[in-house]
């Protein structure tokens, strides 16, 4: 029974954090088709309708899903058939994947279990998500090479290139939230990050590394493929890795920029946002810094940090989304340059930086 | 470039803020406007098919015959509209009107909106004010030549747009097409 019970737990950890990426995800769309919309002073998508009820447009992803479904699945003649199947899978699942080292609150304790509310707990969840956020260009790469198509191919070799200038700026970025917080593991820096500074500021990732937390957002723009780094796609000039893509792989593709978004959004989060941490929520309840105390009890702490977890999931998506629709898209040659000559010196700059300020106030301060 | 500008993050940031400050209003214009406070608005869209733009009272629109009182044809079959066009759309073919005070009146009275060119002429040169282009109709795309000729029957039947430059009279739907 007890095995039931640790299976059960398991599965509902991962279906937590599976479901919430596919399904924020699905609705990102969306989301993104409303928000642009009403940045831009217009309705945005408002006609598909079920008897007559339009509830606001949500009804788009599911006419797009069932267009998507039901065209033609085409394949050029000359495309390496194994590979040109496999590669919005291996594109979309690594973006899926990676969510799961994520934490979306602290632990939970029923019934004398302890559960961590993280689909797996791994020690080196950073740089987990890492590799499956750069595995996720071998799709990509993949589509690009697999299609017989120049442009394809085009898109698939600038989709690499792009990739590892982010990379390396996003890792050596977070060297400095490690070297902070002391872990790798995302559930300690979540938890490192509930401490206060001078007694009333959270010790988030934001204010103790505000120079990584930009390089972060902009390699991490990057990383997602989207304006204003879209030059794998290129819409004005090449179309992109996905240009011999029809119905529901073109659509894989689609969705796995989306889920990438949603994976730097909860990796932004967890990093630079406190993760689960609600200010002045500690595990017995509100501590306000000038005294006061609000007991609350175990489950209602730990609805509130997944709730809070959602919610700055949901604000650094808004950000991200309003970057997207806000800024025009760079051109290749300055995009690499903006990431070998810009982000990645910055970045080694803030590692020194976090070591000198380390070693000055003593250990981790 | 100024020194500020290469460095391309504050640039960024009042771009953003410039759109998010779009995004927050418009969002606001958007909740009062769901809340029942139906001035506020969120967008500029004009929701084409069920809402219009108010056109000018002055807009020459699709054609209509003006009919007299038993609801037959004001005209007379004059062909001074016919003669006037430019375009060449109109076509008359006149008979005898059973009135013996009123000479003639058309039997056939087509207008090719295919080839019109909407410059209101006929209803410039018509003695008898039986021709008007008030009907505040915009819409009639076919999927033939054949279906944009409007006969007599069909412009008899139009009514003049109402106040507001809305059409009273359903849009005619061309023979071409099913309804």
Redesign the interface.
């Known amino acids: 029974m007890s095995a039931l019970a640790d299976v059960g737990i398991v599965f509902g950890r991962v279906a937590f954090a599976m479901l919430f990426v596919v399904n924020v995800a699905a609705i990102l769309g969306w989301v993104e088709r409303k928000?642009s919309?009403?940045?831009?002073?217009?309705?945005g998508a408002n006609r598909a309708s079920i008897f007559g009820f339009r509830v606001l447009g949500l009804f788009h992803p599911i006419a797009d899903a069932i267009k998507m479904l039901t065209k033609e699945d085409f394949m050029p003649a000359r495309a390496d058939r194994f590979l040109f199947q496999l590669a919005p899978f291996v594109s979309v699942f690594f973006g899926l994947v990676a969510f799961a080292s994520i934490p979306f609150g602290d632990t939970l304790r029923v019934a004398g279990r302890e559960i961590p509310l993280q689909a797996v707990t791994l020690n080196v969840g950073v740089l987990y998500v890492f590799a499956m956020l750069s595995l996720g260009v071998y799709g990509v790469m993949m589509a690009g090479w697999s299609s017989a198509n120049n442009y394809a191919l085009l898109g698939g070799q600038r989709a690499a290139a792009l990739m590892i200038s982010a990379e390396i700026a996003i890792g050596a970025s977070i060297m400095g939230v490690v070297m902070w917080y002391g872990s790798l593991d995302l559930m300690d820096i979540v938890r490192g990050q509930g401490a206060l500074l001078f007694g009333w500021i959270p010790k988030w990732g934001i204010v103790t590394q505000p120079l990584a937390f930009?390089i972060f957002v902009t390699a991490g723009i990057a990383a997602t493929k989207r304006i204003p780094f879209d030059m794998p796609e290129g819409e004005s000039e090449i179309i992109g890795y996905f240009i011999e893509y029809s119905g529901m792989k073109f659509g894989m593709f689609l969705m796995s920029d989306l889920v990438e978004t949603t994976v730097i959004a909860g990796l932004t989060t967890s990093l630079f946002l406190g993760g689960w941490q609600v200010p002045y929520l500690v595990a017995e309840g509100f501590l306000f810094p000038w005294g006061a105390a609000l007991p609350l009890p175990h489950l209602l702490v730990v609805l509130l940090q997944v709730g809070a977890f959602i919610v700055k999931v949901s604000a650094m998506i808004f950000?991200l989304m309003?970057?997207r629709?806000?800024?025009p898209r760079f051109r290749y040659d300055q995009a690499m340059r903006l990431g070998w000559l810009g982000l990645f010196p910055l970045s080694i700059l803030n590692i020194v930086l976090t070591g000198l300020v380390l070693l000055l106030w003593g250990g981790r301060a | 470039m100024r020194v500020l500008q290469r460095f391309y993050l504050i640039e960024v940031m009042s771009g953003v803020a410039l759109t998010a400050a779009h995004f927050f209003r418009n969002m606001s214009g958007h909740v009062r406007h769901s809340l029942g406070q139906k001035g506020a608005r969120g967008a500029v869209t004009i929701q084409y098919p069920e809402e219009r733009r108010p056109y000018s009272p002055r807009l020459r629109s699709l054609h209509r015959l003006v009919q007299r009182e038993d609801g037959s044809p004001r005209c007379v079959a004059c062909m001074m509209c016919e003669t006037v066009c430019p375009a060449h759309c109109i076509y008359i073919v006149a008979t005898e009107h059973p009135n013996p005070e009123i000479e003639k009146m058309p039997a056939r009275f087509d207008i090719d909106v295919g080839k019109c060119v909407f410059c209101g002429y006929c209803v410039e040169a018509c003695p008898e004010d039986a021709i008007r282009m008030d009907t505040g109709i915009l819409e009639f795309a076919s999927y033939s030549r054949r279906g944009m000729v409007y006969t007599k029957e069909a412009l008899l039947a139009l009514q003049p747009a109402g106040p507001d430059g809305r059409p009273q009279s359903t849009i005619p739907i061309p023979a071409d097409r099913e309804p």
């Open positions: 928000q919309a009403i940045m831009q002073d217009r309705i930009v950000f309003l970057v629709w806000t800024l």
